[in-house]
């Protein structure tokens, strides 16, 4: 059911008022806080934060349908996992030469960013663990949907993920996808994740690492 709702202040407003939701996941040991960059880094920075748990990144990439690159048609993610909207595809007859050239390009950004990121660390440790996916709004829900998927290939205990506001429908998706779906709000008229927030300027690179610098 779609909620009240209203305006964040900022990425790092949302990321204290989502981690009120989750303290049941606070100081526990096998919890683990990955964050969807760019903008998903400043909310799940102040989720660890709370929480006492480590922070890390775990990236994916939107597939923008070409010409009309804001609206997705699907998502990649790390361990080669890709996830198309096959009903977008069918009804723009997209074809499969044109997808190909989208993810090629992403996948060239996913593994910069990886490199850029990581500064040589190894990928996070999740096995067996509870890990939180952290973004900063779930829109059509395609890149979570994609970052589940590559998750559940890591083997966790539990995939929770984490959103101070979606849309109805983004949610719904991701309950089947997840174990569970911690979200602050799902407005009935949703329009995009950032109308929900008074600012919502960029998150650069360098905000991403040094945000990953200061991780708890």
């Known amino acids: 059911m779609a909620t ?5 202040r900022d990425r790092r407003a949302a990321g204290r008022a989502l981690a009120l939701a989750l303290t049941a996941y606070g ?8 964050a969807l960059p760019r903008g998903g880094v400043p909310v799940a920075f102040e989720v660890a934060r709370a929480l006492h748990a480590p922070l890390d990144v775990f990236v994916v990439r939107k597939l923008g349908v070409p010409g009309h690159e804001e609206y997705a048609m699907g998502a990649i993610a790390s ?7 096959e009903e977008v595809v069918r009804r723009l ?3 499969e030469a044109a997808i190909d050239r989208v993810v090629n390009a992403e996948r060239a950004e996913l593994e910069r960013r990886e490199q850029r990121y990581r500064c040589a660390r190894p990928a996070p440790e999740v096995r067996g663990c509870r890990v939180l996916l952290v973004d900063d709004g779930l829109a059509t829900g395609a890149t979570m949907r994609a970052a589940v998927r590559a998750l559940r290939l890591l083997d966790p205990a539990r995939i929770v993920v984490c959103s101070p506001v979606a849309s109805v429908q983004a949610a719904a998706l991701l309950r089947e996808e997840a174990d569970e779906v911690v979200c602050l709000g799902t407005p009935a008229h ?17 905000e991403v690492m040094e945000l990953l610098g200061r991780r708890p």
């Open 27 to 34: 100081g526990q040991a096998d919890v683990r806080v990955l």
């Open 79 to 85: 361990g080669e996992v890709q996830v198309l909207d």
């Open 4 to 8: 009240a709702f209203h305006e964040f």
């Open 190 to 206: 949703f329009r995009a994740v950032g109308a929900w927030y008074v600012d919502f300027s960029q998150t650069t690179d360098e």
């Open 93 to 95: 007859g997209i074809s």
